[in-house]
């Protein structure tokens, strides 16, 4: 086996502690600002950003560093049409007869169901694929390590990526989902993490009250000193 290699870490920033302050609270919030919407403009968001935000995701740590995601940006109009076919009929499926009461109630005050205009409104689709065998370099056939984690750690660089470029989003996860491998000609080594609809909001959009409920700091997190 051979020995790794190693190279001095010489970028990496470093600021007096006010500033880390200023800049963490900065992060926050621009963060605090998102929000899922379920109404899009179809006005135009140019490839180049749709690219930069997807390398963005590309730098999330991963399992053996084996990076096992790939990522489908889809603004084909006909493509985004058999998405959202499939999807609405997987969708009334789940709201006809696979959720459970509990569920439906909890879905109820966001006020979702199976009508997903916006798979066909929005400029873009970006399909998100977590690959269960791959490597550190393209074509390579190696079993793929913590690729549930790996993946959500990337996606959430990637919603992260497209709200500071100004861009709303959504996470669609309709169950299942193999009808996006095979729209978008994936193979059956890769498995269909989360779809997400990526575009300005609508002029008139409106959010769910109980979407702007979030859990205090001291409620979601602990610290030991």
């Known amino acids: 086996m051979n020995k790794p290699k190693y190279k001095p870490l010489t970028n990496y ?66 493509m985004k049409r058999k998405i959202r076919i499939a999807a609405e009929a997987e969708e009334k499926a789940f709201y006809d007869s696979k959720a459970s009461d509990e569920w439906l109630e909890a879905l109820m005050p966001l006020g979702t169901d199976t009508n997903k205009p916006f798979l066909e409104t929005a400029p873009w689709l970006i399909a998100v694929f977590a ?57 059956k080594t890769e498995k269909p993490f989360v779809l997400i609809v990526v575009g300005y909001p609508d002029k008139n959009v409106q959010v769910p009250e109980h979407a702007l409920i979030k859990k205090t700091l001291g409620v979601i997190s602990t610290f030991e000193e």
């Open 13 to 78: 920033p470093q600021y007096p502690e006010q500033e880390m302050l200023v800049r963490a609270r900065g992060v926050l919030d621009v963060l605090s600002t998102r929000r899922t919407i379920r109404d899009f403009s179809d006005k135009h968001v140019p490839r180049s950003v749709i690219e930069a935000c997807i390398a963005a995701a590309g730098t999330a740590p991963s399992g053996a560093n084996h990076q096992p995601w790939h990522f489908v940006a889809i603004s084909n109009p006909k």
């Open 131 to 187: 690959q269960r065998r791959g490597g550190v370099k393209a074509g390579m056939d190696m079993k793929n390590y913590y690729v549930t984690e790996s993946v959500g750690i990337a996606t959430g660089m990637l919603i992260t990526a497209l709200h500071s470029a100004g861009l709303g989003t959504l996470t669609h996860t309709p169950a299942p989902m193999n009808f996006l491998r095979d729209i978008c000609g994936r193979p």
